[in-house]
């Protein structure tokens, strides 16, 4: 009986301790499309641990051999500061992941970012994880 009360106990505390773990844990994705000669910002993520995204640009309109640069931002009091880069294909499908160990939790978002001045179009996906 007494070993009947511990096992259930143990179940008990494995289930409260994982559900407290993964009540800050969180992932998913946003769609959305882009328009930029330019820059241009995604949405806010408010990630509540170090956060890593996937961006898959699937483009519209492009320039054949450039590239668009794409800039993890994180919101700071004094300032944005740069986290992560990558770049992508401005013409074909293309992803990239951006990520920093230890970036800690916080306000994100991606800035997109054209150097060529032609108009770059297409939808963007961005799975997201902390």
Same mark, same amino acid.
């Given at each position: 009986?007494?070993?009947?009360?511990? $096992?259930?106990?143990?179940? $008990? !505390?494995?289930?409260?301790?994982?559900? &407290?773990?993964?009540?800050?844990?969180?992932?998913?994705?946003?769609?959305?499309?882009?328009?930029?000669?330019?820059?241009? +910002?995604?949405?806010?993520?408010? !990630?509540?641990?170090? *956060?890593?995204? &996937?961006?898959?640009? /699937? *483009? %519209?309109?492009?320039?054949?051999?450039?590239?668009?640069? $794409?800039? $993890?931002?994180?919101?700071?009091?004094?300032?944005?500061?740069?986290?992560? %880069?990558?770049?992508?294909?401005?013409?074909? &499908?293309?992803?990239?992941?951006? /990520?920093?160990?230890?970036?800690? %939790?916080?306000?994100? /978002?991606?800035?997109?970012? +054209?150097?060529?001045?032609?108009?770059?179009?297409?939808? &963007?996906?961005?799975?997201?994880?902390?």
């Amino acid at each position: 009986m007494m070993f009947r009360k511990i $096992l259930a106990f143990s179940f $008990l !505390a494995v289930v409260l301790f994982s559900s &407290v773990l993964t009540a800050f844990a969180a992932s998913g994705t946003y769609e959305s499309t882009y328009s930029l000669t330019g820059g241009l +910002n995604s949405r806010t993520f408010d !990630a509540s641990a170090t *956060p890593k995204f &996937v961006v898959t640009t /699937y *483009p %519209s309109k492009g320039l054949k051999g450039t590239t668009m640069t $794409l800039y $993890l931002k994180k919101q700071g009091f004094f300032g944005d500061s740069d986290i992560d %880069s990558g770049t992508v294909s401005s013409t074909e &499908v293309d992803s990239v992941t951006l /990520y920093k160990s230890g970036s800690g %939790s916080g306000k994100y /978002y991606i800035r997109f970012r +054209n150097f060529t001045g032609i108009l770059f179009e297409g939808k &963007v996906k961005i799975d997201y994880s902390w």
